[in-house]
DNA sequence: CTCCCGATAT
DNA sequence: ATATCAGGAG
């Protein structure tokens, strides 16, 4: 951390880098439509978006809707997403949330937070992904990655997703809010890595208070 | 807090 | 071998 930027400004400076970098960042699933961005971030608890679109490729080119999945049934649906981790419980939860579907929103997917969580296996972050990716709202989903980023370039001190999420509401430049959690995740995927990360070819290394540190924070 | 849980990177 | 991957429910 050698540039001598503080506060909001050094904030700003690492947004406008990440936004120089990839002008338009966006989610690396593949999907069609809201439904199959809803199921396909469902899938993508604990697993690389690689191995869900593997299995989606597949099981999007029968399934559009959710009356086409209660039509495909659990078992099918079982069999598509195997090679998923925790995916008996993902394909329970597909099943229940494309039932409450046809059920409750006329085979539409909500635009509403609470009605979004009350979909099973949809918590906060889905909600937000899903929020963000179909609708442009500015919400900051904190997943693995944006969690670590956020704490390592000392964006937020928080303990819990949640409270990362109000940190870096907070902070980041409405200007950037749309696009800030892609940014953080495609740097945190691909630079700010779990393991061993790239500090040495890092475009944030100089506004980093943890760059070279090596640890895992 | 624990459980879920296969594929991939290190 | 094992840490990690777009978390959520009980």
């Not at 956020?150 to 950037?176: C, F, H, M, N």
Request: aromatic residues 6%.
């Amino acid at each position: 951390m050698s540039t001598n930027l503080k506060g909001k400004a050094r904030v700003a400076e690492i947004f406008r880098r990440l936004a120089d970098a990839t002008p338009e960042p966006k989610t690396e699933l593949e999907f069609a439509n809201a439904y199959q961005l809803l199921v396909a971030v469902v899938l993508s608890a604990q697993a690389t978006d690689k191995g869900v679109n593997k299995a989606t490729r597949t099981l999007f080119a029968k399934v559009k809707t959710p009356a086409d999945m209660l039509a495909l049934g659990e078992e099918s649906l079982t069999e598509h997403i195997k090679t998923i981790g925790l995916f008996r419980a993902k394909a329970k939860n597909v099943m229940g949330l494309s039932r409450l579907l046809v059920q409750q929103h006329g085979g539409e997917v909500p635009h509403r937070r609470d009605q979004l969580e009350a979909l099973p296996g949809v918590g906060r972050k889905t909600a937000n992904v899903v929020l963000n990716c179909w609708w442009g709202e500015p919400t900051m989903a904190v997943d693995t990655h944006v969690y670590r980023v956020a704490k390592r370039l000392g964006l937020s001190t928080g303990t819990t997703p949640r409270a990362v999420e109000d940190d870096l509401l907070r902070i980041i430049p409405q200007t950037y809010l749309r696009h800030a959690h892609h940014w953080l995740i495609l740097h945190g995927r691909y630079t700010c890595t779990a393991r061993a990360p790239k500090c040495a070819t890092c475009p944030l290394s100089d506004l980093c208070p943890s760059a070279g540190k090596l640890s895992s924070n």
